[in-house]
């Protein structure tokens, strides 16, 4: 291959940085590889529509595969980098990445979209046939078949992913268990009140919700799992287990190179790693807040990746484009569509409008009198409505927007006019 710009992930911010180069007028030789022996393709249908089989393959795809050839990308599948040798500290010029099959690909331009994996169990039994992680296409593709087959699920971890596998597996009329180890759902991205929303709602639907509650271990016969030991000593039945306790940055290639990594791969606001040479995009990376640049957060949404990956192939191509946008990211768990805009994660107060009980309601999180997020539950305007006057800089004052009956649209205050007062 001739030297050009070398994408390591063949994941959406992968694909988005390369169209993002090509798009900018770039006309040099792109390589994307991926370690995965499928072209990129969407990742959060997989634990929803896919799962739940009202989505197949061909529809996860991103692009044609002419589109490839037609755009000069060439795209490797089924390789995986596992070494970097950079030019050297602040320089541009040539690089080689080898590959475990012992190929070498040299590399004038480099970007990391390497992703995140799942976070594994490592408690004794967790090697047993019918233990499943929900991450990549065969995960689910895997997982799906064995729903069919299966009567008790336990799904380990009260997180987004975990809820959405519950639920379709709810849904397809098997027995099914929520364990969480904290003391309420999604405990990291919601309020209270929205914790327990979802746990009410899930009993309701016939899910069992366990929290505070820990796997201990998992025990089997003929090496396949049948009980889940839990830590309070109980144990549960279960012929399939669904593990969902988060993901792990894929920092072990940067690492390897010399780049920061705390957490993710640490990134500046133009997605430049320790080695400015070389960019970083997607839920790899530790990155300044979107809206703020306040601080360093790492974001596991499309929205980022896209966002970020467009940001890199500017950078890459020597335009310093800094992009402040505001966050977003959605849950389907059954029929019920949490929409999120913002991040809520300093707030010290929110307010509800609407009922929970009802099913549609939305939370407005607030720092002080500055708006900074809402989780909207099948309110898909109350969440337009908030991630518009976010990407403005503007505020809904708290007191008004508790009132439900009172559209939020009317409500929304200009930031010059929210900071004068």
């Known amino acids: 291959m001739s030297a050009g710009t070398l994408i390591v992930g063949a994941s959406q911010a992968g694909l988005q940085l390369a169209v993002s180069l090509r798009e900018l007028g770039d006309t040099s030789p792109i390589t994307l590889i991926g370690e995965e022996p499928h072209a990129p393709y969407q990742r959060p249908p997989l634990?929803?529509?896919?799962?739940?089989?009202?989505?197949?393959?061909?529809?996860?795809a991103f692009r044609t595969p002419a589109f490839y050839a037609d755009?000069?990308?060439e795209l490797l599948r089924g390789e995986r980098v596992t070494s970097l040798n950079l030019p050297g500290a602040g320089k541009a010029g040539s690089g080689v990445a080898r590959t475990a099959a012992g190929r070498d690909l040299p590399f004038q331009r480099l970007a990391l979209t390497v992703g995140a994996g799942p976070r594994r169990l490592t408690v004794?039994?967790?090697?047993?046939?019918?233990?499943?992680y929900l991450r990549d296409v065969d995960d689910a593709a895997e997982l799906g078949s064995r729903l069919a087959g299966?009567?008790?699920?336990?799904?380990?971890?009260?997180?987004?992913?975990?809820?959405?596998?519950?639920?379709?597996?709810r849904a397809r009329g098997k027995a099914v268990?929520?364990?969480?180890?904290?003391?309420?759902?999604?405990?990291?991205?919601?309020a209270p009140v929205v914790?327990?929303?979802?746990?009410?709602?899930?009993?309701?639907?016939?899910?069992?919700?366990?929290?505070?509650?820990?796997?201990?271990?998992?025990?089997?016969?003929?090496?396949?799992?049948?009980?889940?030991?839990?830590?309070?000593?109980?144990?549960?039945?279960?012929?399939?287990?669904?593990?969902?306790?988060g993901v792990v940055p894929r920092t072990e290639l940067a690492q390897r190179a010399g780049l920061e990594c705390d957490g993710g791969i640490v990134v500046d606001a133009y997605a430049r790693t320790?080695?400015?040479?070389?960019?970083?995009?997607?839920?790899?990376?530790?990155?300044?807040?979107?809206?703020?640049g306040v601080g360093r957060v790492r974001l596991e949404s499309v929205q980022n990746a896209v966002a970020q990956a467009a940001v890199a192939a500017a950078t890459l191509l020597g335009r310093l484009?800094?992009?402040?946008?505001?966050?977003?990211?959605?849950?389907?768990?059954?029929?019920?569509?949490?929409?999120?805009?913002?991040?809520?994660?300093?707030?010290?107060?929110?307010?509800?409008?609407?009922?929970?009980?009802?099913?549609?309601?939305?939370?407005?999180?607030?720092?002080?009198?500055?708006?900074?997020?809402?989780?909207?539950?099948?309110?898909?305007?109350?969440?337009?409505?908030?991630?518009?006057?976010?990407?403005?800089?503007a505020t809904i004052p708290a007191d008004k927007a508790a009132v439900s009956t009172t559209p939020l649209k009317g409500l929304v205050i200009a930031g010059a006019e929210a900071a004068q007062g």
């Open 47 to 60: 634990s929803k529509e896919f799962l739940s089989g009202t989505a197949g393959p061909e529809s996860l």
């Open 274 to 292: 320790s080695e400015p040479s070389v960019v970083a995009a997607g839920d790899c990376t530790l990155r300044p807040h979107p809206m703020t």
């Open 124 to 132: 004794p039994g967790a090697d047993l046939d019918g233990i499943c």
């Open 321 to 393: 484009e800094e992009r402040k946008a505001v966050p977003w990211f959605w849950s389907d768990q059954g029929d019920l569509k949490l929409q999120i805009a913002g991040l809520s994660a300093d707030y010290d107060n929110y307010v509800v409008r609407g009922e929970p009980d009802s099913e549609r309601f939305s939370v407005l999180y607030y720092q002080g009198s500055r708006l900074l997020a809402v989780d909207a539950v099948n309110n898909p305007v109350d969440y337009m409505v908030v991630r518009k006057a976010l990407s403005r800089g």
């Open 150 to 169: 299966a009567s008790r699920v336990v799904v380990v971890g009260g997180g987004f992913i975990g809820l959405e596998a519950a639920a379709v597996a």
């Open 177 to 190: 268990t929520v364990v969480e180890a904290a003391e309420r759902l999604v405990a990291r991205a919601v």
């Open 71 to 73: 755009a000069g990308i």
């Open 195 to 245: 914790s327990r929303f979802y746990r009410q709602a899930h009993q309701r639907r016939g899910t069992t919700v366990l929290l505070s509650t820990g796997v201990s271990g998992f025990s089997g016969e003929g090496g396949r799992v049948s009980r889940v030991l839990l830590t309070d000593g109980s144990e549960l039945p279960a012929d399939l287990v669904v593990v969902g306790i």
